[in-house]
């Protein structure tokens, strides 16, 4: 099954992850500290009005001549204020009929008694609440039920805006919110430099890897975690096993290609020596198995070759000695070749590879080119990452375009009087093909044919 990326990097992913945990954290915190925060402030609220209570309670326990001098004088302006939103409210129970007490700032109104709701007394016998006040206004309300004795029973009760304590919340959220924000900033600052310290080892041993399979470096070098150290050595010991095989590889096609080519050779020399019409069969028949056995063995070496780590070939240099050595070949002709590949460029796979594929090309170029044999690269392909396209032209007769996807099939020869077997394209073909590349034929600018070899390249 072929490896897919996923959506997110192994980075990314763990940012997010943070970030996501991060952020619940706080908003739980924040919710948590608000609530607590919300209630420490109740308490503070409540335990200021349960003084006035206890002064109005006070002043109803005090000698009858004395409750009508001082009752209600809390040192509070505001209780005297109209609907200031600061009220206290003394109702008698018993008797005929209520006796209610109240401060100037309820102007005639009353408070709700509590009293006649389901709401249960604190350890301290208060009732509290919130309310709706004469003005509509939203009152936090505290409410205590007395016994003054002779006097009758009493309940005492004290309001004030539930505002105050709102803001005095709102304050403390927008300095939690710009707190946690500040706090927020920093831990996604800090994860980020954490994941990216923490992955840099991962980076490098990627790196390394990248660098064995383009030829830069035989195997894995550097010094890792101990988390990844048993991976970059589980890697090295990959890549010598990969070598080993293709080793044996190797010797094993060089064994059978012994083994086959000797049994050949004595068949062809014995043909040779003798004359009639059977030996010249033998030594056609023989030259062919010959041929095959050479294609064969080639495409099983290239296979084996293929899946190499670390096969870098310089194309130039290549280039250069198969010119030079075609140029000369067919020097009776007057046929000049050249090549403007630059030196950076370089072929991932086989040198061995690399100037059998050029090796067939350059050979049916010069085979029939009139004077002029060329190889370039395309301009537009060689900024590729990965990839270069060498192009093959000559001034030859060239081929009819219904033709050019005919002579690529193995052994298709279309002119049956020049010698070959009429697998030189056909291996260029496979071999490309198996290191990821493609051939393809067209017309050339010089007139004769154009061969365009695409192949990986570093």
């Known amino acids: 099954m072929p490896i897919r990326s996923h959506r997110y990097s192994l980075g990314a992913r763990l940012f997010i992850s943070a970030a996501i945990c991060c952020a619940l954290v706080l908003m739980l915190a924040g919710f948590g500290l608000t609530t607590f925060y919300r209630r420490s402030a109740e308490r503070g609220f409540d335990e200021r009005l349960s003084v006035y209570i ?3 309670i006070a002043d109803l326990a005090a000698p009858p001549e004395t409750e009508r001098q001082a009752i209600g004088d809390l040192g509070e302006p505001r209780f005297d204020l109209p609907l200031s939103g600061w009220y206290w409210q003394i109702i008698r129970l018993d008797g005929e009929r209520p ?11 009353q408070l709700p008694k509590l009293l006649d709701q389901p709401i249960v007394p604190n350890a301290r016998g208060l009732r509290e609440s919130y309310v709706s006040g004469p003005d509509d206004r939203s009152l936090r309300i505290l409410e205590r039920e ?3 004795g002779e006097d009758g029973r009493f309940t005492v009760a004290v309001a004030a805006p539930s505002d105050e304590i709102d803001a005095d919340i709102r304050d403390f959220r927008l300095a939690l919110t710009m707190t946690f924000l500040l706090l927020g900033l920093a831990l996604v600052a800090s994860t980020i430099i954490q994941v990216r310290f ?7 041993l990627g790196a390394a890897v990248g660098m064995v399979r383009t030829g830069e470096t035989p195997r894995i070098v550097g010094r890792y975690p101990p988390d990844l150290a048993p991976l970059a050595g589980e890697l090295n010991q990959l890549i010598d096993a990969n070598h080993e095989i293709l080793d044996r590889a190797r010797t094993q096609v060089g064994n059978l290609a012994h083994a086959l080519k000797t049994p050949l050779s004595v068949m062809l020399n014995e043909a040779e020596a003798g004359d009639g019409h059977l030996p010249q069969t033998v030594k056609t028949q023989a030259a062919i198995m010959r041929d095959q056995v050479q294609y064969y063995l080639d495409r099983a070496r290239a296979a084996a070759l293929s899946g190499a780590l670390g096969g870098v070939t ?11 050595t075609f140029t000369k070949i067919s020097q009776g002709k007057g046929i000049a070749g050249s090549h403007n590949v630059p030196p950076r460029a370089r072929f991932r796979g086989e040198k061995q590879d690399f100037e059998e594929m050029l090796g067939n090309l350059l050979d049916n170029a010069f085979k029939w080119a009139e004077a002029t044999v060329e190889v370039s690269l395309d301009k537009g392909q060689y900024d590729t990452p990965g990839r270069v396209v060498l192009l093959i032209d000559d001034d030859g007769p060239g081929l009819p375009d219904e033709a050019m996807a005919d002579v690529l099939k193995r052994g298709r ?7 070959g077997s009429g697998l030189g394209l056909s291996i260029v073909g496979d071999l490309a093909k198996l290191y990821g590349g493609e051939i393809a034929l067209q017309r050339s600018p010089l007139g004769g044919l154009r061969v365009r070899l695409a192949l990986p390249s570093v």
């Open 54 to 56: 206890k002064e109005l």
């Open 99 to 109: 006796t209610i007490r109240a401060s100037r700032s309820l102007v005639g109104g």
């Open 146 to 148: 007395i016994d003054v």
């Open 198 to 204: 923490g992955l840099r080892p991962l980076v490098r």
């Open 314 to 324: 310089e194309m130039a240099p290549s280039l250069d000695a198969l010119i030079r």
């Open 413 to 419: 020869r279309l002119d049956e009087a020049t010698p």
